[in-house]
């Protein structure tokens, strides 16, 4: 098909981009067509590093030699603007939410949605709320992938939501708690979805994560696998010093509404 168009997108994993990106840049090159290459997530960088002198020749002659590069965070953008003179930053993004928004009073009501697993913290999560009294309450939503989890999870866990789903949830919520240290973690979904219904997070110190979280004001980030950190910023907010956030929330999120973010990039695509 790449010799019947004029732009190819290719969107891959970071290490699937090693198997199947340099098939698509010669056939582009064969053909005179356009390459847009889109990694997701935010090991890109690891996933190079440990890759065979042979791969990273590879990549380095093909895939970052194509015509538009697209990377998920700003320290990727950075890391590989000198492999490539093409470096487009194309943040994960959500579209606008279809239900009312109503900024809420802090009730002390906290949720996790994402894989239920240890790298995404939810042992640390448990622990704290475990020690806390019947006032804070915590919800865990998400496929439980990790079977040794079940029995500690169980008072908390709610089931699996539909993704059309999880705004509406969220917005049910006084904060999301993400104490992930998943090593492919970008820019989670999740937070900028929590952002959209005007919920902050709670979430880790890692990867890219401190790119779109305003530590104070559209959140708080605490150090990986710490429960102490985490059990004091939950203990610490009160009402009045929870007002502001929906609001802060609210208005970071246009930075990463769909529409806008895509527009963008086929303005980009167009003058390539």
Not at 103 to 125: A, N, P, W
Request: hydrophobic share 40%; proline share 5%; aromatic share 14%.
């Amino acid at each position: 098909q790449i010799k019947n168009v004029d732009v190819v997108f290719l969107n891959v994993s970071a290490s699937g981009l090693k198997y199947l990106s340099p098939m698509v840049y010669c056939f582009s090159e064969i053909f005179s067509t356009k390459f847009v290459l889109r990694v997701f997530g935010g090991d890109l960088n690891e996933i190079y590093n440990n890759s065979n002198p042979l791969v990273k020749f590879l990549l380095r002659m093909s895939s970052f030699k194509c015509d538009l590069f697209l990377l998920q965070t700003k320290r990727l953008c950075d890391i590989f603007s000198h492999f490539s003179h093409n470096i487009y930053w194309l943040p994960t993004s959500r579209p606008q939410p279809r239900i009312e928004i109503s900024l809420r009073d802090y009730q002390r009501k906290f949720v996790y949605i994402g894989s239920v697993r240890e790298e995404k913290g939810i042992d640390v999560l448990v622990n704290v709320f475990s020690g806390l009294d019947s006032s804070f309450s915590l919800d865990i939503y998400g496929p439980l992938d990790d079977d040794n989890l079940e029995m500690k999870i169980r008072p908390y866990y709610r089931g699996i939501i539909k993704p059309e789903d999880v705004q509406e949830t969220l917005s049910n919520y006084d904060f999301l708690c993400f104490p992930t240290f998943w090593k492919g973690e970008g820019y989670p979904g999740v937070i900028l979805e929590a952002y959209s219904v005007g919920v902050p997070v709670i979430t880790t110190n890692w990867n890219s994560i401190p790119e779109i979280v305003h530590d104070g004001a559209t959140g708080y980030l605490v150090d990986v696998k710490s429960e102490e950190q985490l059990h004091q910023v939950i203990t610490t907010v009160d009402v009045n010093s929870y007002r502001n956030f929906p609001k802060n929330c609210i208005k970071y999120f246009e930075a990463f509404r769909s529409d806008l973010v895509y527009s963008s990039l086929f303005k980009t695509i167009e003058s390539i």
